[in-house]
């Protein structure tokens, strides 16, 4: 493709905000360092236009890596014997939300694997000890898939946004990336029926997962287009080396930015994290996320004891550091770039 008809799809994605799959796929395909340049330029201009220049923080709050699961890329899978199992209880995290309120954190994600121990009961009454003592703060979940009936008790006890990666928008290419129990159906029906209940949603993927194809990430932008989340989680796949997809190669930096820059073209007010892992890959990788287009990110508030244990991928950044050096770091680097963290649930400004 040359370079006018390359631009002109940019100028036509963020005009209309919505292009055909063949045309993402082209896109994707054809890319060049100016062409990305180019489109990094127009989301930046259109997320300054909704969010100025704030960057609105998340704190994460690993809450066990005991998983039911088996997906072939993540590190805590059942099958992963090295694992060192952890879970935190009620009371750990209710400290962990009292130190990151102290921090300036108004929005706390409980992410995790799929532990049975927690239970809907467990977890309403978690979440409501929570929005009693925080009542300005906003609580998002990240714990897989459940029941619509166990997503509504949640939402019922004070849940606000629901984080769920759709992790890829192709049937078949999910089928190589999960164990044959897990169903790409149940996973996206799960994202409507969040929707439904009144979550704000965050869907997702990860860039460079093996078996993804220009073709593939086509489906996750016409995905987008259409479903249209609140939130959307995109970094890199990293390697982690006790499970089936160790030798496969990391994602990059610049794919996940490009993305980025379109993803905030489709739909300019998502709320688009600058992630871990595209800071593992690349020690300025959250800087460059912010410059294509992100606007959240989201440092680590989970007690540093267990943070290497939560090892999703290898040689994941900020394990060592405690919640407060987490944030000062990410201030600092975010005031180098010209952004400022803010003080904010940070909703979705539609
Ligand atoms: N259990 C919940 C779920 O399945 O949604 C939340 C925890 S899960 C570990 C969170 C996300 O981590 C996944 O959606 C996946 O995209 C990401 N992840 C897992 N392994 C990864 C890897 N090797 N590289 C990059 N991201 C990874
Ligand atoms: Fe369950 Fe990764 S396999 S969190």
Known sequence: MNKNSLFGLIDKLAETHSLSEEEYSALIESRTPEAAGYAAGRAVAVRKSIYGNAVFVRGLIEISNICKNDCLYCGIRRSNSQAQRYRLTPDNILSCCDEGYRLGFRTFVLQGGEDGFF???????????????????????????????????????????????????????????????????????????????????????????????????????????????????????????????????SGTVELTCFLLSLIRLIYPPVLLPST????????????????????????????????????LYDNKICTDEESAQCRGCLERRMKSIGYEIVTDRGDVRK
């Open 119 to 249: 239970t809907d009961e467990v977890l309403e009454r978690l979440i409501s000890d929570i929005k009693k003592a925080h009542p300005d703060c906003a609580v998002t979940l990240s714990l897989g898939e459940r029941s619509r009936e166990s997503y509504k008790r949640l939402k019922d006890a004070g849940a606000d946004r629901y984080l769920l990666r759709h992790e890829t928008a192709d049937g078949t290419h999910y089928a190589r990336l999960h164990p044959k129990e897990m169903s790409f159906d149940n996973r996206i029906n799960c994202l409507f029926t969040l929707k439904e209940l009144g979550y704000q949603v965050g869907c997702g993927f990860m860039v460079g997962s093996p078996y993804q194809s220009p073709e593939t990430l086509a489906k996750d932008l016409k995905f987008i287009e259409t479903f249209k989340p609140d939130m959307c989680g995109i970094g890199p796949f990293v390697p982690h080396h006790a499970t089936p997809f160790k030798d496969f190669a």
């Open 276 to 311: 871990t892992a595209l800071g593992t890959i690349d020690p300025l990788g959250r800087e460059k996320g912010i410059q294509s287009g992100a606007n959240v990110v989201m440092p680590n508030l989970s007690p540093v004891a267990v943070r290497k244990n939560y090892e």
